[in-house]
C-alpha cells in the first residue's frame, strides 16, 4: 500500500514512518510513506500557499493553485487511482470499519489542511472524502493523518508479529457482528502491591480462558461503551456471560 500525504510540514512524514508498527511495514515492504509540501508547488518570492478568507473573519484560508500543483505531483507519480482523503473535523468520525475499507485500499493520499483550512472549490473538484478522527480542533491535519497511518499499517498483511494481534483489537467486530472492547491483559509478576492476575489466567485452561476474555470484553463494552453492543442481539451463552458479569460487578468481583 502506498500513502501520500501533503502537509505544509513533510518531515512530520518521516517521523509517522519511522517507528513502531508503521516502521516496521515499511521496511519490511508492506507500506510506503511519501510527504509533499504544496509550499513547494506555489509562486512568488514568498511562495505564498494562504490568503484572506472573502467575506472577511479571523485566520487565513490555504490556497487552490499550490495544493492543486502537489495534488497534481502526487496523482503522477504513481499510476494506482489515488483515494484522496481530508483530514477535517467536518468529516466522517473514523472507525474501524472505515479503517479496514482504507487499508484494503493500493493507494490512499491524505490531505491536511492548516489555518482555517482549504478553499472549499479544491475540496469540492479534488477530494473524495472527509473524515475526522473526533469531535474536536486541532491546529492541522498532520496528526489525524498519523492516526489514519498507523491505522492502516496495522491491517497490512505480515505487519504484526502475531496475525491474531488485529482480529482480537478493540472495535473488531466478530462473527456475530458485535463491536466490543478488548478484554484485560496481565504480565509477570503474577503478585503485586497493586494486585494479583485473575487465577483463571494461570490455569492452562484454554477454554476457560476464552470464556473469561469474552465475558470480560463483553462487561466492559457494556459499563465503558454501551453504544457499541446490542444486548438483545447477543447469543443466549453471551448474554448468560454478561449477566454473571452484571452480578459480579455489583458484588466488586470484577478487575474493571
Keep these: 500500500m502506498r500513502v501520500d500525504i501533503v502537509s505544509l510540514?513533510?518531515?512530520?512524514?518521516?517521523?509517522?514512518?519511522?517507528?513502531?508498527?508503521?516502521?516496521?511495514?515499511?521496511?519490511?515492504?508492506?507500506?510506503?510513506?511519501?510527504?509533499?509540501?504544496?509550499?513547494d508547488h506555489a509562486e512568488g518570492n514568498y511562495r505564498r500557499v494562504d490568503d484572506r478568507p472573502f467575506g472577511g473573519g479571523p485566520g487565513m484560508v490555504m490556497l487552490i493553485e499550490p495544493l492543486q500543483?502537489?495534488?497534481?505531483?502526487?496523482?503522477?507519480?504513481?499510476?494506482?487511482?489515488?483515494?484522496?482523503?481530508?483530514?477535517s473535523p467536518q468529516g466522517r468520525r473514523l472507525d474501524q470499519a472505515k479503517v479496514r475499507e482504507l487499508a484494503a485500499r493500493p493507494r490512499l493520499v491524505?490531505?491536511?489542511?492548516r489555518y482555517e483550512g482549504v478553499d472549499e472549490r479544491l475540496l469540492a473538484a479534488a477530494v473524495d472524502e472527509e473524515l475526522s478522527i473526533g469531535d474536536y480542533v486541532l491546529s492541522g491535519g498532520e496528526l489525524p493523518a498519523?492516526?489514519?497511518?498507523?491505522?492502516?499499517?496495522?491491517?497490512?498483511?505480515?505487519?504484526?508479529?502475531?496475525?491474531?494481534?488485529a482480529a482480537q483489537d478493540s472495535f473488531e467486530a466478530g462473527p456475530d457482528g458485535q463491536r466490543l472492547l478488548d478484554c484485560p491483559h496481565y504480565t509477570?509478576?503474577?503478585?503485586?502491591?497493586?494486585g494479583t492476575v485473575p487465577e483463571v489466567l494461570?490455569?492452562?485452561?484454554?477454554?476457560?480462558i476464552a470464556r473469561w476474555r469474552r465475558q470480560q470484553a463483553l462487561g466492559r463494552t457494556w459499563l465503558r461503551r454501551p453504544d457499541l453492543i446490542d444486548r438483545e442481539a447477543l447469543a443466549p451463552a453471551d448474554r448468560a456471560l454478561l449477566e454473571a458479569f452484571l452480578r459480579d460487578d455489583a458484588a466488586g468481583k470484577n478487575p474493571l
Design 110 to 113: 491524505l490531505l491536511c489542511g
Design 9 to 39: 510540514f513533510p518531515e512530520f512524514v518521516a517521523q509517522v514512518a519511522g517507528h513502531g508498527v508503521v516502521g516496521r511495514a515499511v521496511e519490511r515492504g508492506l507500506l510506503s510513506v511519501h510527504g509533499w509540501n504544496p509550499r
Design 69 to 87: 500543483a502537489a495534488l497534481a505531483a502526487v496523482r503522477a507519480a504513481d499510476p494506482a487511482p489515488p483515494h484522496v482523503v481530508y483530514l
Design 146 to 165: 498519523a492516526v489514519v497511518v498507523d491505522a492502516v499499517a496495522r491491517l497490512q498483511e505480515g505487519a504484526l508479529n502475531d496475525a491474531e494481534s
Design 188 to 194: 509477570r509478576p503474577v503478585e503485586h502491591a497493586l
Design 202 to 208: 494461570l490455569s492452562g485452561n484454554h477454554a476457560a
